[in-house]
Nanobody
Framework: QVQLVESGGGLVQAGGSLRLSCAAS????????MAWFRQAPGKEREFVSA????????YHADSVKGRFTMSRDNAKTTLYLQMNNLKPEDTAIYYC????????????????WGQGTQVTVSS
């Protein structure tokens, strides 16, 4: 059974940094795409970043390029989202997700989701 468990959210002032983690277990993810999405109150779930576990290529939404970096630790099967220069508009629940196949930026194709971690950026 696939499990994705996020951690690392919290309250931070604008301009600050946070690092989110996603511990993945339950199968081999070598052929999987792993992604981060976020959802703010009253808004749809929004793509943030993605990578294929077997690749070094990462994808980022335009709104976070240059500020967020996605990475992974193969030995720990853990994903990370380093978030720098945070802005109030980054406030949302951040979700880790996984799917077999190529990276896509819409949420429905992802088969597995974590429970989410709250990120709040104060101005």
């Amino acid at each position: 059974q696939v499990q994705l468990v996020e951690s690392g959210g919290g309250l931070v002032q604008a301009g600050g940094s946070l690092r989110l983690s996603c511990a993945a277990s339950g199968r081999t993810f070598r052929t999987y795409t792993m992604a981060w999405f976020r959802q703010a109150p009253g808004k749809e779930r929004e793509f943030v970043s993605a990578l294929q576990w077997s690749s070094v290529v990462t994808y980022h939404a335009d709104s976070v390029k240059g500020r967020f970096t996605m990475s992974r630790d193969n030995a720990k099967t853990t994903l990370y989202l380093q978030m720098n220069n945070l802005k109030p508009e980054d406030t949302a629940i951040y979700y880790c997700a996984a799917r077999a196949g190529w990276p896509v930026t819409s949420a429905p194709p992802y088969d597995y989701w974590g429970q989410g971690t709250q990120v709040t950026v104060s101005s």
